[in-house]
């Protein structure tokens, strides 16, 4: 109490000006003019973030640039070199971060929570936000292969039999190829590193650990040399962590203030030491060193395990059997499509998605490897329609114990989507595997809605944000705090779905009111709209009642995918896609001004599939845009920079992502519209695919009227579209709808069609 008495405010008022500062709280009570009055100015968990990631800034801007000598990661080299188109300059920026190629590849198993990221030149980090490991060939006589500063490089990913990535270097007739896999070793989560040398001369293959990572410094503070199990050699990082090396390698060390270990070893200053090193300033690095001879090829493997010993997990894991790959993907949808890549972009996904699902749902490995709601409710949702059942069911499982006693679904404070997101996706499971829901669902949902009713705004209020969800951080990444349409919407889908769900168990009292309230909450967002339309002179959702229309708006796309919460044709809809069309797109997808400054993937996809729900086959040319822009292994970070094409904001892996790619194409083949009872099929059908001879399947995928399985066959002289249903429930008009327009009403019963080809 007497904490609270102090006058904090003026305190640091005066000792900021007699010191010279600017006034904080006059800054602070400024930036807050610009968002609307809100329970919270923002999540605690985007500030502990943004603080750690400009933290990082700051050390680099310490680091770097004084040092460019030093070897290091690619985005450095590429982003502080001055004749790079990567350049930025700096002078005025208080941190240095990687806002030009954040892009980088995680590799796990599907029933361990570590990752291992590998940057876009074959860097491995073993350790979340640690150091990393790099490879080299040095030829003491001639140019060497440095990855990061090399001017080409290949990657890519391989899924059999387990995921590996593959970066390939070639240089002055050298090659070096480094393969990471992810593998268990005792039980024990283990990172597998091969790297293969070859060159023309006698030069080093080298391991090198690196106090740096994607997003800059990570201090080593001291390496020691050991002996590892099996009497390979090894190095024991800052006490903590266990490199294992294969014997018969020399071994250098350096301190900050001696400069890179490339530079003894490109000098030939290799003293071999036994003890290791220890650097005060935490940037020791080291070298492992292996010859390679003439025209000969020569492997070495490095191992890091990943944990210490057996322990057991801190969280309830997904678990699997042994043979853990091929048993997480069983029951999975399969994608044999005419366009290779794109089917490949989807099986990538499972598989991301599938190992960032072992304890919580992660948006990322690295700069997302937290838990969101938001992102974890569209996640699990694309597992659940990509037959991906049982882990689907394991991640809404986890949602239960971060509801608080009043009902909120909490993950972030001031974020008022989550409780509409949670229901929403708990009735699409019920549709999805046609079971009951389960009775200890029913306190939780009775009292998420309710919930959802005591937050809104009242609508006995007058004017554009009367009846809507409060202000709020919801969907960050639309602006300052806000009453979002987007809040809104979702918190519509969750109270028609809590209605729903309370009918099943019998609860018609709930069911009446909780569907009365979405309904009441649904006319609210009506009148705001017919406000805004007036406001703006046509009819358009914006982000919020009071913003004119720009980029944001591409929140507000949540009423058509995946809410389908109004018609194909609303104007309200139309208008907002046609200005987003003719106004936000850039390569072909759709750029994000605000926080993104970038295009952004999963974005673009929703504005594909609100396309696509009015059969508009523009959602194609979005699709494809959309999988070139995906990264050589699969991957898009959550906004890509415009010109380079790279990563500029966010996780260099976006989960999210990945989900709505895979929903988009299973969309483009099998759908519902369950408010008119419809299944829909083959709707986003590119004319490409239906080519003479490239026939396509896709399934079984859940829907709310059983699995569905599609097949194309594509002749000379038709093309024959055949489906299935196991596990069949309702009797959905199905249609099927292919390019140009052509549109058939399949007779009940009726399990094929054929189309003749136009002369």
Request: aromatic content about 10%; proline content about 6%.
């Amino acid at each position: 109490m007497l904490f609270r008495l102090i006058p904090w405010k003026f305190i640091l008022r005066r000792v900021s000006r007699a010191n010279g500062f600017i006034d904080p709280i006059a800054v602070l009570s400024s930036f807050n003019r610009f968002a609307k009055p809100a329970q919270y100015v923002a999540p605690a968990e985007l500030l502990r973030a943004g603080a750690q990631l400009h933290a990082r800034g700051l050390l680099n801007s310490q680091a770097i640039q004084h040092n460019l000598d030093w070897l290091w990661p690619y985005w450095v080299q590429k982003q502080f070199e001055a004749r790079s188109e990567s350049f930025i300059p700096r002078a005025f920026s208080i941190s240095h971060i990687n806002l030009t190629h954040r892009n980088w590849t995680a590799v796990g198993l599907p029933d361990a929570p570590e990752l291992v990221v590998v940057d876009p030149r074959g860097m491995v980090m073993p350790f979340h936000d640690g150091w990393s490991l790099d490879f080299w060939i040095v030829d003491p006589d001639g140019d060497d292969v440095l990855p990061a500063r090399a001017s080409t490089s290949e990657q890519h990913i391989h899924h059999d039999p387990i995921p590996a990535v593959e970066t390939k270097t070639v240089h002055d007739e050298k090659t070096l190829i480094v393969h990471t896999t992810v593998e268990r070793d005792d039980g024990i989560p283990v990172c597998r590193i091969i790297a293969r040398g070859e060159c023309r001369e006698r030069a080093w293959l080298a391991v090198s650990l690196r106090p740096a990572n994607p997003e800059g410094v990570s201090f080593v503070n001291r390496v020691g040399r050991v002996r590892t199990e099996g009497g390979r050699d090894g190095w024991r990082i800052n006490g903590k962590h266990t490199v294992g090396l294969q014997p018969g390698g020399r071994h250098a060390f350096s301190r900050y203030d001696d400069g890179d270990v490339y530079y003894k070893v490109k000098n030939g200053s290799i003293v071999d030491e036994d003890e290791g090193i220890r650097c005060e300033v935490g940037m020791a690095t080291a070298a492992a060193l292996y010859e390679l001879t003439p025209d000969e090829s020569r492997a070495v493997e490095v191992t890091v395990p990943l944990r210490h010993e057996r322990r057991k997990d801190r969280k309830t894991v997904f678990r699997t059997p042994p043979e853990s790959w091929r048993h997480s993907l069983e029951g999975s949808c399969k994608a044999d499509l005419p366009d290779e890549r794109e089917a490949f972009l989807f099986h990538n996904a499972l598989r991301t998605m599938i190992i960032h699902t072992v304890e919580d749902a992660y948006a990322g490995p690295y700069t997302y490897k937290r838990f969101w709601f938001r992102d974890a409710v569209l996640i699990a949702h694309a597992l659940a329609c990509c037959g991906l059942i049982d882990r689907a069911k394991y991640v809404i499982g986890n949602f239960f114990s971060r509801q608080e006693p009043n009902g909120y679904f909490l993950s972030q404070e001031g974020e008022w989507d989550s409780n509409g997101q949670v229901l929403w996706v708990l009735q699409r499971m019920v549709e999805l595997t046609g079971e009951d829901p389960p009775k200890e669902w029913e306190k939780p949902v009775r009292h998420a809605a309710r919930w959802i009713v005591n937050k809104r705004k009242s609508p006995r209020q007058s004017g554009a944000y009367a009846g809507l969800m409060p202000a709020g951080f919801s969907a960050e990444h639309l602006g300052p705090n806000d009453s979002y349409y987007w809040d809104s919407f979702w918190s519509v889908a969750g109270l028609h779905a809590a209605a729903d769900l309370m009918n099943t168990w019998g609860d018609g009292e709930s069911a009446a009111a909780f569907k009365h309230e979405g309904d009441d909450l649904m006319l609210a967002i009506g009148r705001s709209l017919a406000l805004v339309e007036d406001r703006l002179g046509f009819s358009a959702m914006p982000a919020s009642p009071s913003r004119r229309i720009d980029s944001a708006a591409a929140g507000s796309l949540a009423v058509a995918y995946p809410l389908q919460l109004n018609a194909p044709d609303d104007e309200y809809l139309h208008g907002t896609i046609e200005y987003l069309w003719n106004h936000s797109l850039v390569q072909g997808a759709l750029f994000h001004d605000i926080s993104h400054s970038g295009i952004n993937p999963y974005l673009t996809l929703h504005l594909a599939q609100a396309l696509l729900r009015r059969d508009d086959h523009r959602s194609i040319s979005l699709l494809h845009s959309v999988a070139a822009l995906a990264s050589p292994t699969g991957q898009w970070p959550e906004a890509i920079h415009p010109r380079l094409c790279t990563g500029c904001m966010g996780d260099g892996q976006h989960v999210w992502a990945a989900a709505e790619w895979a929903m988009m194409l299973r969309n483009c083949l099998v759908r519902e519209e369950t408010q008119s009872n419809q299944l829909i099929l083959c709707s986003g059908l590119g004319p490409e695919w239906l080519e003479q001879g490239k026939d396509f399947s896709f399934g079984p995928t859940p829907t709310a009227y059983g699995n569905v399985t599609v097949k194309g066959l594509c002749g000379k002289d038709a093309v024959t579209i055949r489906w299935e249903r196991t596990n069949a429930r309702g009797n959905p008009e199905t249609i099927i709808h292919l390019p140009g327009g052509t549109s058939i009403k399949a007779e009940p019963g009726q399990t094929s069609v054929s189309i003749p080809r136009e002369e």
